[in-house]
């Protein structure tokens, strides 16, 4: 017999199918995640993703090829800051091009 | 919230702003509504097909008789108006629009404000025209029919929005024997936007590549565009079988959040790393 | 959020800008950055971003800077000049997050190859549109460039009809068509147009469709409108330029066009109008244009419009990527 659930006892696996989140039930009776708590965590154990097997690993490869590169405070590759320095770096494809911003 | 059925007959259009556990239910309603009115079209064609033979014979008979056949053969034909074939056989569409909304009942909250869009006879718009070389009288155009949409808010604070829209094309000709021939072909870009919070996941940008190699699809499907800035991660894919879409839909899914989950651990980590000079 | 570049004197940028623009509109803010004085006719039609067309050189490059750098769009689209117009992109497309896409209307070989622009586009561009069969050519073979129909400014279904037309051109009721002299392209190649209409005034009912006027054209004959294709209806014949909208127009009309090739740094507009057969016919001065119109005008078919802009298969091919 399943001993008494203390009161306000929220369930504290991990839920989810794009990504972990905590489930909100009340009661493992009737979950069809953990399957009346048989399952200690549904998110990792899940067989409905498709051709992604390991979906919630990622060997040490994935952190070290990233480690160096992600830099969350620095400014992105995407920054637009850009100055009249950027634009004045300009190759020199023949005196006669170029010159003229109304001609076309 | 109940289905605007009239709107479904009149326009074939579902289109809702609703909590996402309403929309599973108004898409059984409609899936339904389809089978039924799919039911009804057999028989009502059936019955208008038997009404007019009778007629038919009736005229010879006896001409009143006939004739009274006759019109209510046609009446049947009429009521089928009122179950539109394209929603009629709309099945398809609307097991799809179930399954995208079933992947996200998972991650979002069952109350989650939602906006939907289904059309099962959407407008075409007509993207090129053009001749068809070795072919008499041959005519290829390019169309573009939108029939589906939604957006929804997931628990980690996304916003997440898919679009289906169907490229067509289609081609007519005249063949050595003089008759005309239409040929269409359609193929199906899936596209996806998820504006994520950079407080939960940083921002994963530096992970754009390796997001792209780790998208899988089934063999109908291939990735034709990704984006990733700081804010918004976008994705299209272009799936050439239909029974393929609702997979499809999972997987560029699970794709695009398996880095963006990576991308928190990753700031996780990064956050736990000792600061330079700090206490050791 | 889409930036247009169409930075350029004159129509012909500005005119496909729009043109995708208003297409593109439909699913997302548009954004058209230009330098041509022409930019109002944008107004109402699209979102613009207007540069001076007199600022100096240096200062219109910083300010194409400033702007895509204020934008921060999420694709940039530039108009035939892959490195902007003053080379002002080159040093900075590298670092922009934005698709790229090129719109590769003809350009200069000597230009093409002084720059290596074939080079850069591979390196820095990830979609090349061709706006029409022809176009383009100086890009070479590139597995990642589309070729559309033209485009257009107008689809068919948008031509105002035939009445409203006859209106705005003023046409009386005993002139069925006319001469339409389209001055498009620059300010002080206006007087030949003014020529042109003086030499068909006793001879044709004529209507010049330009933004100023010239003095050569009497008021009555001055239409000031855009774009002017929406007039081709009751074109018996059209005197034009061989910039790229002109002769796309007429062609999408196949009306016939007596084309002046106006010298350009970057545009092959005689190579253009032999490319587009004998719907085009070269003339040089106003006299020459004037009769050759005038044998023209014998084709009095009437014209129902029957085209699509090629920008909507443009702005799926964009949005594709």
Request: net charge positive.
């Amino acid at each position: 017999m399943t001993p008494p659930l203390p009161p306000n006892w929220k369930c504290p696996r991990r839920v989810g199918f794009l990504f972990p989140h905590e489930c909100r039930r009340t009661t493992p009776v009737g979950c069809p995640d953990c399957q009346n708590g048989q399952i200690d965590d549904p998110y990792y154990s899940r067989v409905d993703r498709y051709g992604y097997s390991r979906y919630d690993y990622y060997d040490d490869a994935y952190f070290f090829d990233f480690e160096t590169s992600y830099e969350p405070d620095a400014p992105d590759a995407g920054s637009m800051d850009f100055t009249e320095a950027d634009g004045a770096d300009l190759a020199e494809p023949g005196g006669q091009f170029e010159n003229d911003m109304t001609e076309s | 919230m109940a289905v605007d059925v009239n709107r479904l007959r009149r326009e074939c259009v579902y289109q809702a702003s609703t909590p996402l556990e309403a929309v599973a239910g108004d898409l059984a309603q409609i899936e339904t509504l389809a089978a039924a009115w799919r039911a009804a079209r057999k028989r009502l064609f059936l019955a208008g097909a038997i009404e007019m033979a009778l007629g038919a014979i009736g005229l010879a008979i006896y001409a009143p008789v006939g004739l009274m056949l006759i019109a209510l053969g046609a009446c049947f034909f009429v009521r089928t108006r009122s179950r539109p074939r394209a929603v009629a056989n709309g099945a398809a569409r609307c097991a799809l629009a179930k399954s995208v909304a079933a992947m996200l009942a998972h991650d979002a909250e069952p109350n989650s404000p939602t906006a939907i869009r289904l059309a099962f006879k959407p407008k075409r718009e007509l993207l090129s025209e053009d001749p068809l070389p070795h072919r008499k009288n041959g005519k290829q155009r390019l169309y573009k029919a939108s029939w589906f949409s939604i957006e929804t808010s997931l628990s980690d604070g996304t916003t997440f929005t898919e679009t289906i829209d169907d490229l067509i094309r289609q081609r007519s000709f005249t063949n050595p024997r003089g008759k005309s021939k239409v040929k269409t072909r359609t193929h199906t870009l899936l596209g996806m936007r998820f504006a994520y919070p950079q407080k939960v996941y940083g921002d994963a940008t530096p992970l754009a590549a390796r997001m792209r190699q780790e998208i899988r699809l089934p063999s109908t499907g291939s990735v034709r565009g990704l984006e990733v800035t700081a804010r918004i991660v976008k994705v299209k894919a272009l799936v050439t079988q239909s029974s393929d879409l609702a997979p499809a839909g999972s997987m560029l899914a699970l794709g695009v959040y398996r880095m963006l989950n990576l991308s928190r651990e990753l700031q996780a980590h990064k956050r736990a790393q000792p600061k330079a000079g700090g206490p050791q | 959020m889409w930036l247009i570049y169409a930075l350029g004197g004159g129509w012909g940028h500005l005119t496909r800008a729009i043109a995708l623009a208003r297409v593109a509109q439909r699913d997302r803010p548009v954004l058209i950055l230009t330098n041509s004085p022409y930019a109002e006719a944008a107004a109402g039609a699209a979102a613009v971003r207007a540069l001076p067309p007199c600022a100096t050189a240096d200062r219109t490059r910083q300010e194409v800077i400033r702007a895509i750098g204020e934008c921060r769009p999420e694709c940039l689209i530039v108009d035939t000049f892959p490195r902007g117009i003053g080379g002002e992109l080159a040093g900075i497309l590298a670092g922009l997050a934005a698709r790229k896409v090129l719109v590769a209307r003809d350009l200069n070989p000597r230009y093409v190859a002084a720059a290596r622009l074939r080079e850069f586009v591979a390196t820095h561009y990830d979609l090349v549109l061709v706006p029409g069969a022809g176009e383009g050519l100086h890009m070479g073979d590139r597995p990642a460039a589309f070729t559309t129909a033209p485009w257009l400014v107008r689809s068919a279904h948008e031509i105002p009809d035939r009445d409203r037309v006859r209106t705005l051109l003023r046409l009386t009721p005993d002139e069925e068509q006319c001469v339409l002299v389209c001055a498009s392209g620059k300010p002080d190649e206006l007087d030949w147009y003014g020529a042109v209409v003086r030499e068909l005034l006793a001879a044709a009912p004529v209507r010049l469709i330009a933004a100023a006027r010239p003095p050569q054209c009497p008021e009555e004959c001055w239409v000031r409108y855009w774009p002017a294709m929406d007039l081709f209806a009751c074109a018996s014949v059209v005197v034009g330029g061989a910039g790229y909208n002109t002769v796309a127009e007429c062609l999408a009309w196949d009306v016939p066009l007596v084309a002046r090739a106006w010298p350009r740094a970057y545009d092959r507009q005689e190579l253009r109008a032999r490319s587009a057969g004998g719907r085009v016919t070269l003339v040089r001065e106003p006299p020459e244009a004037a009769r050759v119109a005038l044998d023209r005008m014998r084709d009095h078919r009437r014209r129902e419009p029957n085209f699509v802009t090629g920008a909507m298969e443009a702005a799926v091919r964009i949005a594709s990527i």
